[in-house]
């Protein structure tokens, strides 16, 4: 069993190493595809936690300014400037605070008194801004750098406007984006902030999110280099990931094959490529003046299966729709036998087992027919041997008479199999031209002590007479049986007691046997 199983997987070093590479590579690309689609995911999803975060943020700091204006007075004593130290020193962005009037004129500031306009171009955007804010980037006299100024304009016309370096703002946004991820911060056209990562190399992605109230853009860009970078962090997985694949690849190619090396796909495989064996049970003649006749009979082993039911071929072919496929088969293999055996076959008849429902698709007799034209050996000596499973109704019983007409013409024999099993009857007997009664081995079996199948089997047999037909009793396998059936005027029998089914060399050998007898 385990040899069987192995025999399953791939063992040629090429298919092997096919797997390994198909895998190593299946598993960089589904890492590659996974970690590119991930990241540009990401970035946006990142890029929209930044953004919400600073505008809390800018939220925060203007609560803070309005409730330093509602505080404020258009005075700069100790007292005002002595307040807003406080406020700066308390606030966690603002390094400088001041105040300005409705005029847009600094008056005031945690550093001291001041006296200097705000730019107009400012104004005119705390003018057209709903909330009367806006941020600018200047530079600062205090600190020597470029610095952000947030302004409000409260309702009261006292505005305070709050200086903050631009590292403070990019630190909201830091919290939210990993190192890899470059961003950058503008107020119009000049960048408040950024931080170290390469945005002048390729950019995988870029993500924009405008601060419509205050100018402001951040922009959040996915560089190349990250992403190589993250991938190449990723190859013991990418490893691990490339031996499941290889495992899948297996598990695959075993599921394929045990598909197709599952029973209904061998015999599929086996009746599409005439694989299969026919071999040949005599039929005994009694009358020693008569000749001896053979059925032809399926057999099959098959090397996952071992040897396989002829009952399990026939239903499995009937599920497959492969039934008329497997009884062409076998009337080849029978005419190629006569062909190969011209002599010592010319007076045999031999008969094949064919199914009803096969009898009545329209082209069975054309068919049939094409094959008695390329073997032209099996006319007169072909017979089938028809199996009836079930019962026939209106439409299909002139069919059946039409096929038959048209069978008897090719010169080919016709027996009812098993009969009195199923629903060969007698009225069976009635409605079709049959030239031979097999009477079915079940009968035979309890022929010696079942004194009513005796009486029933004396009677078919007289009818069977009387309608000129030869009658075969099947299964006979001990004298006393062939005794019985002797005295209900049987003229053939069949049968282990006299043979099994042979194959073709072994029945042409106990064919010469019986020659020699004569």
């Known amino acids: 069993m385990l040899k069987r199983l192995a025999a399953l997987f791939p063992s040629s070093k090429q298919i092997l190493a096919l797997y390994a590479v198909g895998s190593f590579i299946c598993s960089i690309l589904l890492f590659a595809l996974f970690l590119y689609f991930y990241l540009l995911r990401d970035v946006s999803l990142r890029s929209d936690q930044a953004y919400l975060a600073l505008t ?7 609560v803070e300014l309005k409730h330093i204006s509602k505080e404020a007075q258009l005075t700069c004593n100790e007292a005002d400037i002595k307040r807003l130290r406080r406020a700066t020193f308390y606030s966690p962005v603002f390094k400088e605070i001041g105040l300005f009037n ?22 005119d955007r705390i003018e057209a801004s709903p909330t009367s804010r806006t941020v600018s980037l200047v530079k600062s006299h205090t600190l020597g750098d470029s610095t952000i100024l947030i302004f409000y304009k409260g309702e009261h016309g006292i505005g305070v406007n709050g200086l903050a370096p631009p590292k403070n703002l990019g630190n909201f946004v830091n919290r939210w984006l990993p190192p890899g991820y470059a961003y ?10 950024g931080n170290e990562a390469d945005i002048h190399g390729s950019i995988l992605d870029k993500q924009a999110r405008r601060f419509d109230d205050l100018a402001m853009t951040l922009a959040v860009y996915l560089p190349e280099r990250y992403y190589w970078q993250l991938l190449k962090e990723l190859w013991p997985y990418i490893l691990l990931s490339s031996v499941f694949v290889f495992l899948l690849f297996c598990l695959v190619r075993w599921s394929f094959l045990y598909y197709r090396r599952s029973l209904p796909q061998c015999i599929k495989r ?41 009952l399990s071929i026939v239903e499995i ?50 068919n049939l027919a094409d094959i008695m034209t390329e073997w032209p050996e099996l006319k007169g000596r072909l017979g089938l041997e028809v199996t009836e499973t079930t019962a026939l109704n209106s439409i299909e019983l002139p069919l059946m008479v039409s096929r038959f007409e048209h069978i008897k013409a090719l010169d080919i024999r016709l027996s009812v199999d098993d009969f009195g099993t199923g629903y060969a009857g007698l009225d069976f007997l009635r409605r079709f031209p049959y ?59 069949q049968g282990y007691y006299f043979c099994r089914p042979l194959p073709a060399d072994q029945v042409l050998d106990w064919l010469r046997k019986e020659q020699d007898k004569k």
């Open 102 to 123: 409705a005029n847009y004129q600094v008056y005031c500031t945690n550093l001291g008194p001041r006296d200097f306009s705000i730019f107009s171009s400012i104004t």
């Open 56 to 62: 809390k943020q800018m939220e925060m700091i203007f």
């Open 270 to 310: 086996a009746i599409l490529s005439d694989a299969m064996e026919v071999y040949f049970q005599p039929i005994i003649a009694l009358d020693k003046t008569a000749t001896h006749e053979l059925e032809a009979l399926i057999r099959w082993y098959s090397p996952y299966h071992g040897q396989v039911s002829p």
């Open 317 to 366: 072919s009937e599920r497959l729709g492969l039934i008329d496929d497997l009884t062409w088969m076998v009337i080849r293999k029978v005419g190629n036998f006569y062909r190969d055996n011209p002599e010592l076959l010319k007076d045999i008849r031999i008969s094949v087992n064919v199914d009803r429902h096969s009898l009545i698709h329209e082209d069975f007799a054309s």
């Open 435 to 493: 030239d031979t009664l097999k009477l079915d081995q079940i009968f035979i079996a309890s022929l010696k002590d079942d004194q009513f199948t005796r009486q029933v089997l004396t009677s078919v047999t007289r009818l069977a007479k009387e309608l000129r037909m030869e009658v075969v009793a099947e299964g006979v396998e001990r004298e006393d049986q062939l005794e019985a059936v002797r005295e209900l005027g049987v003229e053939r029998v």
């Open 184 to 193: 950058e911060l503008t107020l119009g056209r000049q960048m408040v902030v």
